[in-house]
């Protein structure tokens, strides 16, 4: 460490040009320093310069392993936070340790305009973009190792495939795919949005890919290795759905078209279904549970999830808190820095203001005293600059896991929601299962039979029958949900403490090797001032 | 390195042959005092000295920053040449006014300000400091103070000084446009130089300024941010939000270091800063006065010649129309004018030598005492932010064996 602090850095820094100068604060840092920087992430030596205890270098040798932290942390000057326009690098900073067997990395690049052909409306057609993926994989479903595919998917794509993913996990904790974000696209440059939204889908994509469970999908590997069109069929939307129920209900109403839950759809969701009468009989459940004095069929009973929700909401808050602080945090160190660098700046000229023509001694002993303070000032700013790059990559674990937050809670409502198709079957089941009894109740007391209330009996049993059919799938939903919830529960809970200590450790470890660095520097510029020394300092 | 300037008088002087001459003075004690918008703060003033014309070896007075006011402005209108040290700005902001910190600061630059006085070798015998460490009444300082014509201004008030001075240009006697200036490059150079400072000084301080102000944010966020962690913390429960706590803990920690380093930048950086600007606007004061007497002495000479060129005429002519014996009247009367203004041409003369002789004396020393002052500054500068750094990586570095032992596997 000490060693990249030679004077020959300074003499370079200080006798470049006024251009330079001016930039020192600006953007590039000179040479000098990113040569040394690779040193940076290796060396141990750097306390021989302070007065650290031994305990703690040793420390900070044990925390260098494993490697990824070190150079998280230290590889400051390298493109560690690359665009990913030219060579196929990961877009995104990942703390994921290398130790997992199995890997699926995605890279998304090269953002191409298209037009939309047939179906506009609009005579001259609309333009959309396209973007590349590339995938590379080791995993047997995908081809085993070295394998390598490339498409081409544009937005819409993704979004089937997020809906898609919802459908078929549900109780999964699904990564929040990017937002549609129309409006933003109007506010700002196309080509800024674009890169935006490009980083956005590689973050998205990579998020799936280390799933346990999605990142074996087969949604998942047609989007990213079928060629062409997307062989997801897309969900018909909302409104469609709508209509098509709108056109059963009065056939369902009149008993035309039954009115009975289908097996299969039991195992669906209501919202979002063509059934409309569904959707009503499991509001009215909804609103018979929260409302009516009378406790559901079957009810949450697993105190342990609700107290879990409960807890979830909380650390939502609080994240959401941290995260904030976390930005205001950032803002000022950068703040700090800016300031730092300008005070620099400032002596830099009263350095050349002393030493052009000067006519004492003393001009020049302040001159140079002038410009080690110059330096000290350029080179704290120059560290505090770095500093907060790192600090922003390590909190942005925190912004993160507010998503992860709506991935859990959308996984909470998968629950709640299969639940109430279960009370809504079991309400049913009931219902059916009195009037098949009052019916029975009337007909036993004709005479010889009454024809055409046996027939409604007959048809009720059907419908009774097919209607408990529906039910225990139903049920067997809701437990595989529910499943899905624990299990996931527990994986976030590893996964947290892991990512989150990590994300600690990082920041501390950061700021402690930053404020050293800076230590140093200070240092110096006391030592080249001591001479002005009172006493007993 | 130049030892830092003592306090002690010079031992030039003839007055006291048998023990070394000092005058020590110092300014304590701020006390609040009146109502309201009346209330001023008083500070004591103690004084210790062997000089012959003071009262005996030490003497308390009570003086206000009004006072030491006076005392710059008696000294600027006698001392003509000489940097008078630069005072404290009165604060208008009334919130500010009786801070705890502002009087302090203000305190220890009333007081280097009195010592830089008492150490100069020609200030030091001004009878105006005797009478302000020595005059008892408060009626003589209201008097006195009564009297003051202010010529000190705010510094915002140097230029306008300057401008007035070379606005009285048009003047007719000279019959010329262009405002009358020395010839000396030297000079010329160092007004420039000084012009320059200012500039460069005055940036300087600004940012120096904004410094203090960051690491106030700085710990302010830090503070913020330590409390989220805590609250997230005790969400969690377990290790992890153990490790959310600590880390909290040592921010705000941290917080309070920031916030006590902003203040010791703000006194031992930005303020000695701040006092370096403010001799640089002393000197231009200075060569203000300077560009002054040099008109006033080239106004005299052409006064003086113009005066002779009448002479000459008065002499040369005979009028009929007027008698002898009135002719001799005005001549004699001419002549006599022509003697005095002769006298004072001398003496305008002899007034602007002194201002140059006296300013590159001063500059000299000026310069001396700049690089200690600012060295010192410089040498804070750097202890402080030193120590603060360490004492972040010492907070942060005590964290990293906690959050090792709190990982699960």
């Known amino acids: 460490m000490m060693r990249q602090e030679n004077d020959g850095d300074q003499e370079a820094d200080l006798h470049a040009s006024q251009d330079d100068m001016e930039s020192l604060v600006l953007d590039e840092p000179p040479s000098s320093n990113g040569q040394s920087s690779p040193s940076a992430s290796t060396s141990v030596d750097r306390h021989s310069a302070t007065a650290t205890t031994a305990t703690s270098s040793q420390g900070f040798n044990s925390i260098l392993e494993p490697p990824s932290y ?116 109007q506010v ?29 999908s087969e949604e998942l590997r047609l989007f990213l290795v079928m060629k062409g069109k997307l062989p997801l069929t897309r969900s018909v939307d909302m409104a469609s759905r709508m209509l098509d129920g709108a056109v059963r209900l009065p056939r369902q109403l009149t008993g035309e078209v039954t009115a009975v839950t289908d097996v299969n759809e039991a195992a669906q969701p209501a919202k979002g279904g063509r059934d409309l009468l569904r959707i009503f009989r499991e509001l009215k459940q909804s609103v018979v549970n929260d409302w009516g004095g009378v406790k559901p069929m079957a009810v949450e009973d697993d105190k342990e999830f609700l107290a879990r929700k409960e807890k979830v909401a909380e650390f939502e808050q609080q994240l959401s808190n941290l995260s904030q602080q976390a930005e205001s945090l950032v803002k000022a160190q950068q703040d700090m820095g800016e300031t730092m660098g300008e005070l620099g700046l400032a002596f830099v000229k009263l350095t050349k203001l002393e030493t052009e023509g000067a006519m004492f001694e003393s001009q020049t002993l302040r001159a140079n005293d002038m410009k080690n303070v110059a330096t000290a000032s350029v080179k704290a700013s120059r560290l505090y600059r770095e500093l907060n790059s790192q600090t922003v990559k390590h909190l942005d674990k925190l912004h993160e896991y507010l998503g992860v937050v709506l991935a859990v809670n959308s996984a909470f409502s998968d629950r709640s929601s299969a639940l109430l198709t279960v009370q809504t079957l079991s309400s049913e089941l009931v219902s059916l299962q009195s009037r098949i009894e009052k019916l029975e109740a009337a007909a036993s007391k004709i005479f010889g039979g009454d024809r055409s209330r046996m027939r409604k009996i007959e048809e009720l049993k059907e419908t009774l029958k097919i209607s408990e059919d529906a039910k225990s799938c139903a049920v067997r939903e809701y437990e595989r949900i529910k499943e899905n919830n624990r299990s996931e529960l527990e994986r976030l809970d590893r996964e947290r403490h892991e990512d989150f200590m990590g994300m600690l450790r990082g920041f501390v470890l950061n700021q402690a090797g930053y404020a050293e660095k800076m230590a140093n520097a200070w240092e110096k510029l006391a030592e080249e001032t001591s001479g002005y020394a009172k006493d007993g300092s | 390195m130049e030892q830092q300037r003592s306090i002690s008088g010079s031992s030039q002087s003839p007055r006291s042959p048998s023990s070394q001459p000092y005058l020590s003075v110092s300014v304590t004690d701020p006390v609040k005092l009146g109502n309201g ?32 006011v006076w005392l710059q402005d008696r000294l600027f209108e006698k001392y003509k040449g000489i940097f008078i040290p630069p005072l404290p700005e009165k604060s208008t902001v009334e919130k500010f006014r009786f801070s705890a910190e502002f009087i302090e600061m203000r305190r220890q630059a009333l007081d280097v300000f009195v010592n830089r006085i008492a150490s100069h070798h020609e200030l030091q015998q001004s009878e105006d400091l005797r009478t302000f460490l020595q005059a008892d009444e408060e009626v003589t300082m209201e008097r006195l103070r009564f009297h003051e014509t202010g010529i000190f201004k705010k510094p915002a008030d140097w230029m306008q000084i300057f401008k007035d001075v070379q606005s009285k240009v048009s003047d007719v006697v000279l019959g010329k446009e262009k405002p009358v200036e020395e010839s000396n490059p030297e000079y010329e150079k160092l007004k420039h130089y000084i012009f320059e400072l200012e500039n460069h000084l005055a940036e300087a301080q600004k940012h120096a300024y904004r410094l203090v102000k960051r690491h106030r944010e700085l710990g302010q966020s830090l503070a913020d941010f330590g409390k989220a962690a805590k609250l997230l913390g005790a969400c969690e429960g377990n290790a992890l939000g153990k490790a959310f706590t600590e880390l909290g803990a040592k921010s705000e920690t941290l917080s309070i270091k920031l916030q006590k380093e902003a203040q010791q930048l703000l006194m031992n950086f930005e303020e000695p800063l701040k006092d370096y600007v403010r001799a640089v606007q002393s000197i231009k004061a200075t060569i203000a006065e300077r560009a002054n007497a040099f008109r006033q002495q080239c106004e005299l000479a052409e006064t003086i010649k113009l005066k002779e060129i009448n002479l000459d005429k008065l002499m040369l002519t005979r009028s009929d129309r007027v008698g002898e014996a009135e002719h001799e009247y005005k001549e004699a009367s001419q002549l006599m004018q022509s003697y005095m203004l002769k006298a004072e041409g001398e003496e305008a003369t002899r007034r602007f030598e002194t201002i140059a002789r006296l300013m590159s004396e001063e500059i000299v020393r000026f310069q001396e005492q700049k690089t200690t002052d600012m060295g010192v500054a410089f040498h804070e500068f750097a202890k402080g932010q030193a120590r603060l750094a360490n004492s972040i990586a010492d907070a942060w570095r005590s964290l990293l064996p906690k959050l090792e032992s709190c990982s699960p596997v």
Request: glycine share 4%; net charge positive.
């Open chain 1, 70 to 185: 070190a150079d998280a942390i230290f590889t400051s000057f390298d493109s560690s936070s690359s665009n990913g326009h030219d060579c196929p690098k990961p877009s995104s900073y990942q703390s994921e340790p290398p130790t997992r067997s199995e890997f699926l990395k995605i890279w998304v690049t090269d953002p191409q305009k298209e037009l939309e052909l047939s179906n506009s409306l609009v005579p001259g057609g609309t333009s959309y973009h396209t973007y590349l993926i590339t995938t590379r994989t080791n995993m047997p479903e995908y081809g085993g190792p070295g394998s390598e595919f490339t498409v081409r998917r544009r937005f819409k794509d993704v979004v089937t495939l997020a809906d898609r993913l919802s459908e078929s996990f549900r109780g999964f904790f699904i990564p929040i795919r990017p937002d549609k974000s129309v409006v933003d696209s």
């Open chain 1, 188 to 216: 700002m440059q196309i080509e800024q949005f674009v890169e935006l939204r490009r980083a956005a889908l590689a973050k998205y994509l990579n998020k799936l890919a280390v799933h346990p469970t999605i990142k074996k």
């Open chain 2, 37 to 68: 918008v009346q209330a001023y703060i008083s500070y004591r003033v103690i004084t210790k000295t062997n000089f012959p014309e003071y009262q005996g070896p030490e003497k308390i007075v009570i003086r206000r920053y009004n006072d030491f």
